[in-house]
Each structure stands twice: as C-alpha cells, then as structure tokens.
C-alpha cells in the first residue's frame, strides 16, 4: 500500500493506475514470450500423478 500511494503521489492518481496496468499487461506478455510451454500447459504434471492415485486408491 504504501508503494501504490507513493507512486500516486508522484504520477497522479489516474496515471499510476495506467502505468500499473501496462505493467501488469507488459509482465503477462513477456512471460507468454519467455516461457511458451507455460501457456500450452492445461495442468501442472505432478497434479495429474495424484489424481490418478486417487481413482487408483477408490477403485481398490
């Protein structure tokens, strides 16, 4: 909080939103460039090991 309202201070209330936004926005892009196989993936590995453990335990 006291980061957000220091730089409100400095910017301007409006300006500070737009700016952390865009770099919000620019942070979530450069990620999606940097690490691709992120985007692709529909779950972590090691979730999918546990869940089949899981119905593997049920069904015994």
Same mark, same amino acid.
């Given at each position: $909080?006291? $980061?957000?309202?220091?730089?409100?201070?400095? @910017?301007?209330? +409006?300006?500070?939103? @737009? @700016?952390?936004?865009?770099a919000? *926005?620019? +942070?979530?892009?450069?990620?999606?460039? *940097?690490?691709? +196989? @992120?985007?692709k993936?529909?779950?972590?590995?090691?979730?999918?090991?546990?869940?089949?453990?899981k119905?593997?335990?049920?069904?015994?």
């Open positions: $909080e006291f $980061e957000s309202g220091i730089t409100a201070g400095w @910017l301007g209330l +409006v300006r500070a939103i @737009l @700016l952390g936004g865009a919000t *926005l620019a +942070v979530t892009g450069l990620w999606a460039v *940097l690490f691709p +196989v @992120l985007s993936m529909d779950r972590f590995p090691h979730h999918d090991k546990e869940e089949r453990e119905r593997e335990e049920r069904k015994a």
